[in-house]
């Protein structure tokens, strides 16, 4: 059974730090491109980061380039999102999700190839 947990997801200030986990169990997700997602109350879901198996390839949406940064480690079994320079625009709730491939790495990417597993969120609250 395939899981993807996020965590790390908290209350933080305006311009804080957090970083959130997606660990994956389950399968072996080699050259699969690992993925965040958020959305905002009342929001469509957003395409946040993304990157590859080897993590030689990243993708990251337009609102957090230069403040966020997405990894994975050498076991290809969590992947991490550092988010620097919190706003209050960035609270929602955060989602990982994986797909094969980096083909879905576009902004309509997720939305046009489907993603295959996704885990349940974690909260991140940014306050002003």
């Known amino acids: 059974q395939v899981q993807l947990v996020e965590s790390g997801g908290g209350l933080v200030q305006a311009g804080g730090s957090l970083r959130l986990s997606c660990a994956a169990s389950g399968r072996t997700f080699s050259n699969y491109g690992m993925g965040w997602f958020r959305q905002a109350p009342g929001k469509e879901r957003e395409f946040v980061a993304a990157?590859?198996?080897?993590?030689?390839?990243?993708y990251y949406g337009d609102s957090v380039k230069g403040r966020f940064t997405i990894s994975r480690d050498g076991a290809e079994k969590t992947v991490y999102l550092r988010m620097n320079s919190l706003k209050p625009e960035d609270t929602g709730v955060y989602y990982c999700a994986t797909r094969y491939g980096t083909t879905w790495f576009t902004e309509e990417g997720p939305k046009r190839f489907g993603m295959e597993y996704w885990g349940e969120g974690t909260l991140v609250t940014v306050s002003s």
């Open positions: 990157i590859s198996w080897s993590g030689d390839f990243t």
